[in-house]
């Protein structure tokens, strides 16, 4: 119970501030404007996520796919032979 109301709070936040960053989006406010003094930070902390991100799908996607050839044709293999239920 615990960790679905964390997960529900967690989720309604997200969602919170998807919503209130569109609109700000909108009216054409960014960060640099809300806080001007931490512009660098700001930078930084952005250039830090946009290289993770970048290196999570250089990583991820072909691991992954590599993973889909063979565990796809498995499944298959398994569910046209396998035991009858």
Known sequence: M???RL???FAKALLASLIT???LGFLGITTRDLF???????????????L????LVIW???N???GMVVIIPVWIILL???PRR
């Open 2 to 4: 615990r960790i679905a």
């Open 7 to 9: 997960l529900s709070g």
């Open 21 to 23: 960053g569109s609109v």
């Open 36 to 50: 001007p003094g931490m512009a660098i930070y700001i930078d930084r902390l952005t250039d830090a996520v946009e």
């Open 52 to 55: 993770t991100v970048n290196w």
């Open 60 to 62: 991820l996607v072909p």
């Open 64 to 66: 992954i796919i590599v």
């Open 80 to 82: 046209i032979f396998g």
